[in-house]
């Protein structure tokens, strides 16, 4: 079944959701974004959807309405937006409570596709897991229906246990991503090629992919070597924050060796 859709935003999440949607047989009718050249720009990846910067869709043909726009951003939004009183809504939020869409709208729930998303790197949706939370059965039977359409892989997560995914999709992600930035301007500063550290990141990331990473941990930390650990600790001494991160993951990684034995 295909259904008629309206994205509210032009992030990086409505950029690749918004395709993947209409790639699956879906409409898209509206791209709405408060700087309409975004929005223009989204719309031209699209087939025949309209660019807008008003918020008021009360006479939109859409059955759907998917909400990606910053966590920040999201109450504002909600608070001025105007849609049919029939038509489902749903942010794309992995750490906003349903509970934002409460006294607002009557059919609503959550659509959150679990994944980094940059416009510049193309990404198949099919591996994406999707999470869902709807408010009645109905809805969450149109956006199961909706996510099969884009992924095999769909769950179900209540507000609390969709946070505490958040946090650790963080720490998997977004931190893993900063401490290779840092790794990079480490060797920029000493022109060291960064690509030289290729297959020690793709033998890292494998190995806690395919084990229980905490057990497949390496390095001076774990090792206890005090010497080594002196020795970078004195090397980073001129930039303090490399030096305090530094210091507290080697703490941590000791810490979590010790909690599990």
């Not at 679990?114 to 009645?136: G, H, M, V």
């Not at 039977?141 to 995914?165: D, P, Q």
């Amino acid at each position: 079944m295909s259904y008629k859709i309206t994205i509210i935003g032009s992030g990086n999440v409505a950029w690749h959701l918004s395709q993947a949607l209409e790639d699956a047989g879906h409409s898209i009718q509206e791209v709405y974004s408060r700087n309409i050249d975004h929005a223009k720009k989204l719309c031209a990846k699209l087939y025949d959807a309209f660019p807008t910067d008003d918020l008021d869709f009360t006479e939109s043909e859409a059955d759907i309405f998917l909400v990606a726009v910053s966590d920040d951003a999201l109450e504002s939004v909600l608070t001025d937006l105007r849609i049919p009183d029939d038509a489902i809504i749903a942010h794309t939020s992995g750490t906003r409570p349903i509970d934002v869409l409460d006294l607002l709208f009557f059919h609503k729930g959550v659509f959150y596709p679990l994944q980094t998303f940059s416009k510049q790197r193309k990404i198949s949706f099919d591996t994406i897991p999707l999470c869902i939370e709807a408010s009645n059965d109905d809805t969450k039977k149109i956006l199961t229906n909706l996510a099969k359409s884009i992924t095999k892989h769909i769950y179900y997560f209540n507000s609390e246990k969709r946070k505490v995914l958040h946090v650790a999709a963080v720490f998997a992600c977004n931190f893993t991503n900063h401490l290779m930035a840092i790794s990079k301007e480490i060797c920029d500063n000493e022109e060291i090629n960064f690509q030289i550290l290729d297959p020690l990141i793709s033998e890292t990331i494998n190995k806690a992919l395919d084990n229980d990473p905490a057990e497949m941990q390496t390095g001076p930390a774990i090792r206890q070597d005090v010497k080594t650990l002196q020795e970078h600790l004195s090397y980073l001494k001129e930039d303090l924050d490399k030096k305090e991160i530094y210091r507290m993951l080697s703490e941590s990684i000791l810490k979590m060796a010790k909690d599990r034995n």
